[in-house]
């Protein structure tokens, strides 16, 4: 998690940035509250929870006559941890059961990072000892397949694909029978994420679900959600949940904002945990979510 921290670093965490100048003022004042909610609302963290941050910590303030810039830092700690860990489970149901493999579905829009994802979850599910086989479902993008089996040689993972334009329901049930008969302890497939119409998404991606789960049940629906695109994105995000009994996010490209809080606002908005944050386009650039050690990166 110190990667997640020099990550967020990089990009120079918008609140850690503002709150260290504000902070090393001596009055804490109504000023300074307008512009710690002005803070945390340009770093994404969205409107309900900031106003709900701020009215906290304002009255704990008041209660216990902080005044100190370091002591109101650590008040900010505590309801941001509060916050982002807000006793969701992370955990990631990716063990085989008597039932067969773990059957993990990745699902969001084209251009989030999906088959990216998908790639470097088979290398975290490796590295902690699984067997994995991938399916290649997204099967309207032409290039997604080829890339996604450049990820499988990368790894060391068989990757199951179709013929071009394929049904994904079809490919997706091969994948999983072919992760049966390698008793395999986890199937991951990616998912065409053309935001045609609502209704076509939830066809396609409803099928893919019955049709798996003739064979095996679905264990997990990860939504792939860009980190850059901040309150848009979760707009999309509505759709799919909608749609589909999404089980976690994968927030990726956070190595590319400055905007962490927006961790907060989708999980607030959906009521759904993020589980992995991606951090780069390499390998090992995927993480589970650890709350305490996004928090220290935001602050910075
Ligand atoms: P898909 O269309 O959703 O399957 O998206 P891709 O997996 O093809 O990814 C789109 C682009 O985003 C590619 O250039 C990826 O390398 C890049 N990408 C994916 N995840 C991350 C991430 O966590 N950080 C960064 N910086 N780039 C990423």
């Not at 990631?92 to 008597?98: F, H, P, Q, V």
């Not at 003739?214 to 759709?239: F, H, I, K, M, Y």
């Amino acid at each position: 998690m110190i990667r997640l921290r020099s990550r967020l670093a990089r990009s120079e965490s918008v609140l850690g940035r503002g709150l260290f100048a504000l902070l090393s003022r001596e009055r804490l004042d109504d000023a300074t509250w307008q512009e710690i909610e002005d803070l945390l609302l340009t770093a994404d963290v969205g409107v309900a929870a900031t106003t709900e941050l701020v009215e906290r910590l304002r009255t704990e303030a008041k209660v216990m006559g902080v005044r100190s810039p370091d002591d109101v830092r650590a008040m900010l700690r505590r309801s941001l941890l509060d916050t982002v860990d807000a006793g969701l489970d992370r955990s990631l149901a990716t063990t085989r059961t008597a039932a067969g493999p773990a059957v993990v579905l990745v699902v969001g829009v084209n251009g989030t990072g999906k088959t990216t994802t998908v790639g470097k979850l088979a290398r975290l599910l490796v590295a902690d000892g699984r067997s994995v086989v991938l399916g290649a479902a997204d099967t309207f993008r032409a290039a997604a397949a080829d890339q996604l089996e450049t990820w499988g040689r990368r790894v060391g993972v068989p990757v199951v694909r179709g013929a071009e334009r394929a049904d994904p329901a079809s490919v997706a049930f091969d994948a999983v029978r072919v992760a049966i008969e390698q008793e395999a302890d986890v199937v991951v497939i990616d998912t065409a994420g053309r935001l045609h119409t609502k209704t076509g998404l939830m066809d396609e991606l409803g099928k893919v679900k019955r049709v798996v789960e003739r064979r095996c049940p679905v264990s997990e629906v990860l939504l792939v959600l860009d980190a850059t695109t901040g309150q848009n994105g979760l707009t999309q995000a509505r759709v799919f949940t909608d749609v589909v009994a999404v089980t976690g996010v994968v927030l990726t490209k956070l190595d590319g904002t400055a905007k962490g809080g927006i961790v907060i606002s989708v999980q607030r908005e959906l009521g759904i945990p993020v589980k992995l944050v991606g951090l780069g386009e390499g390998p090992d650039d995927l993480a589970p979510f650890d709350p305490a050690a996004f928090v220290d990166a935001l602050l910075g």
